[in-house]
């Protein structure tokens, strides 16, 4: 006989009926729901606005960044007064800035009354601040030599009206604040001013700070942040309405918006357009009797279901690079776009990592210790800096360094130090140096062991130039790993480069017409030797001059050779062309960059030298994105590229070897492939180099850069399972011309 048993549950030892224990389960995983949701937002932050504010900010990249589209007319449109919408990013671009809570660069003035009516210190803002937010400007005031001076901070609009006054009496050390808000007209400027003064009342102001808001917050230097440009064809649009919309904005009103979300780099539309011009019909809209139109009309509609459509590569990329500033955070757009930006908050950060801070003396690294405030610095204007590098210290000038890379977190540096010494054995004193931080390459080594095995190329030809024998790399850069401390904090692994100086090709100035050319646009049919250059620093940089004062030679003489080279039949290269073009480093120069997959080195970052003025020699730069690097570092190459014939029709020079000294490139190559790009001494430099670096400092820089991207992949074992596949396919190559 079959029993029915009716469920029992047991909970904390207590027999529960079925229904009462489900009950408790239900509630029980409501309390742990809402735990977790609390320690998520312990965790986690989420904020939308025009002008986002943050003040605990990870340095991190950002969890969500949305940006929402918006459709706005300047008036209400008539039949007389057309008016037509516009929407977010109409012009094709959005500007998104990320700087810090403080946004005017001013740390300390001092105001001195004297024989001028006014000495105000005047902040131009320009479009650092949004039209309808509020914003609070404060200060310190120390009194030096005071009568009756008073302390005036003045705000005034786009239109040169003044919206907001606060004057304070100095009768002390003290502070003040000066709080408004932006209307439509913008901020121009802001003064601070003496008033009610006598001449000699001294007054020094400090901690000047503009930032988001009513409250005033402990005073934080400026931090530029970065800029990050957005493509968007066709904009993003965005309606009002009532009901069904996906965005609520700070004032209550509710939209339908297109979206770009650049976590998933996707952008999703929700409106349409229909749009028409004069005499042209709107299909499917009755406009008027006639069916036609005299002044053209725009309507933006919902859409049935939404449509998605992927973000461009370039900003998927340049995204993939952007790094909330921390812990104070401001994020704005120059369109006056909504967004919304989740982030990690740096309290959570600290109290997962509980490691301690490292230590590269710990592991016997090179230290360039760096003291000073480097909020001003760009890539035109330095900063003064304290160093200390071993036994040595002083004072130093520091700036950005690099083009491409300067919308990277991680900024290359130049450092003019206020002595010369020897850095690195054989390099000499030197004042000069570079710091690259090879953002996009975590291994560090692509660029320096490129020129080393460049250098080793140069030094094994049969004619070599005395100037280039004696040199490290014979004319390439060089460098060795350093870790960068500054203010006492770590600030990133670095290598410590020789710079386009001309001390790197041997120059002193007793040569008798030397210069440095560096290729610099990639699409430039004169860089491809294709047409001539038109000036100096165009299509080349001029990186080294004899004579800076006379420099007109240089690019008659680079001309001449361009011309030789585009009318060459093949019957005068080793007798006119052989006087104007060093063909053992061209031919080195066509197969170095088929073997290090240097794409971006065939019409960019090619060095042509010379030193009498009428010979050029071929030398190598730059070559950090080789050996399967791709795209800025944010991914592998799918392909062995450049080949020898994708080389020979990019540049006129390695078509002319193609064609016809195919006999001395097939020789040359099977000589390099035998030892120097031989797989084993290429794995043994970069092994050599990758293994002087601790694998803390690489982590410690992965830590305090987190957008460094490839960190799992970029390193040694990668680049030597490349170039071995690389080199098999490049054998077959040179075997096919």
């Known amino acids: 006989m079959t029993q029915t048993r009716t469920p029992i549950i047991s909970l904390n030892g207590h027999a529960l009926a079925d229904s009462e224990a489900r009950g408790r389960i239900d509630t029980l995983s409501a309390d742990i729901e809402a735990i977790r949701a609390e320690r998520e937002a312990e965790k986690y932050g989420l904020e939308t606005g025009a002008v986002i504010r943050l003040s605990d900010a990870a340095a991190l990249p950002p969890r969500e960044l949305t940006l929402f589209g918006r459709s706005t007319q300047s008036a209400v449109p008539t039949e007389s007064a057309p008016v037509a919408p516009v929407s977010i990013g109409d012009d094709g671009i959005v500007q998104i800035r990320f700087r810090g809570k403080n946004l005017v660069n001013v740390a300390e003035t001092v105001l001195t009354a004297g024989v001028s009516h006014e000495l105000p210190v005047y902040l131009a803002l320009g479009n650092g601040v949004q039209p309808g937010h509020t914003y609070t400007l404060s200060l310190k005031v120390a009194k030096s030599n005071v009568v009756t001076s008073k302390v005036s901070v003045r705000v005034y609009d786009g239109s040169n009206s003044q919206i907001a006054i606060s004057t304070q009496q100095v009768l002390g050390d003290g502070s003040m604040k000066c709080t408004f808000t932006v ?57 009002p309405v009532t009901a069904g919309g996906n965005y609520t904005d700070d004032a209550g009103r509710m939209w339908l918006c297109d979206t770009a979300d650049f976590t998933a780099g996707v952008i999703t539309r929700r409106t349409g357009v229909i749009e028409s011009y004069a005499g042209e019909a709107v299909t499917g809209a009755y406009m008027s009797s006639t069916g036609g139109l005299t002044a053209g009309a725009k309507i933006i509609h919902a859409l049935p279901e939404p449509l998605q459509e992927p973000m461009s590569d370039e900003d998927v990329t340049i995204y993939g690079g952007v790094c909330l500033r921390s812990p104070d955070c401001t994020l704005y757009n120059l369109s006056q776009a909504d967004m919304r930006a989740g982030y990690e908050r740096v309290t959570a950060v600290q109290e997962s990592s509980g490691s301690t801070p490292f230590d590269p003396t710990h592991y016997g690294m090179p230290v360039l210790y760096l003291s000073g405030d480097t909020s001003a610095m760009t890539k035109d204007n330095a900063v003064t800096l304290s160093w200390q590098y071993r036994d040595m210290s002083g004072r130093c000038t520091c700036k950005w360094q690099g083009s491409s890379s300067l919308w990277l977190d991680k900024k290359n540096y130049t450092i003019a130090f206020d002595r010369a010494f020897e850095a690195r054995e054989g390099w000499g004193a030197q004042k000069k140096y570079c710091f690259k931080a090879n953002f996009v390459d975590h291994s560090h080594a692509r660029n320096i062991c490129s020129a080393r095995l460049w250098g080793q190329l140069v030094k094994s030809r049969e004619n070599v130039p005395a100037r280039f024998a004696d040199l490290i790399n014979a004319g390439a850069i060089d460098g060795f ?40 646009e990639t699409d430039s049919e004169a860089t491809g030797f294709f047409g001539p250059a038109s000036v100096v620093d165009r299509e080349f940089s001029l990186e080294y001059a004899t004579d800076e004062a006379d420099t007109d030679w240089i690019i008659t003489s680079l001309n001449r050779l361009i011309a030789a080279c585009a009318d060459s039949d093949g019957t005068d290269l080793d007798t006119t062309l052989a006087q104007y073009i060093d063909w053992e480093s061209a031919i080195d120069s066509y197969i170095f960059t088929v073997l290090i997959s240097g794409a971006d080195n065939v019409r960019r970052n090619y060095l042509l030298v010379t030193e009498d003025g009428v010979k050029w020699y071929f030398s190598q730069y730059d070559m950090d994105e080789t050996f399967g690097q791709y795209l800025s570092g944010t991914k592998l190459k799918a392909d062995f590229g450049p080949t020898f014939e994708s080389n020979a029709a990019r540049h006129r020079v390695y078509e002319l070897i193609r064609l016809y000294k195919k006999d001395a490139l097939k020789a040359r190559y099977a000589q390099l492939r035998a030892g120097i790009m031989s797989e084993i001494n290429v794995c043994q430099t970069f092994g050599n180099f990758i293994g002087s670096i601790p694998s803390h400092a690489f982590l410690a820089d992965s830590e305090k850069w987190p957008t460094i991207p490839m960190t799992s992949v970029s390193d040694f074992a990668q680049i030597c399972h490349y170039y071995g596949m690389l080199v098999r396919q490049a054998d077959h190559w040179i075997e096919q011309l």
């Not at 017409?513 to 290729?519: D, E, M, P, Q, V």
Request: aromatic share 10%; glycine share 14%.
């Open 183 to 239: 209307g439509d007209a913008g901020i121009r400027s802001i003064y601070i001013t003496l008033t009610n003064r006598t001449d000699g009342d001294t007054v020094t102001i400090s901690d000047v700070q503009l930032e988001k808001g009513v409250a005033v917050t402990p005073w934080a230097s400026y931090d530029a942040g970065h800029d990050f440009y957005v493509h968007l064809t066709g904009g993003l649009r965005g309606i």
């Open 481 to 520: 790993p350093v870790c960068i401390l500054l203010n006492g904090e770590f600030h990133g692994l670095y290598t410590w480069n020789i710079p386009k100086e001309g001390w790197m090709m041997g120059f002193d100035g007793t040569e008798t017409r030397g210069a440095i050319l560096c290729a610099d």
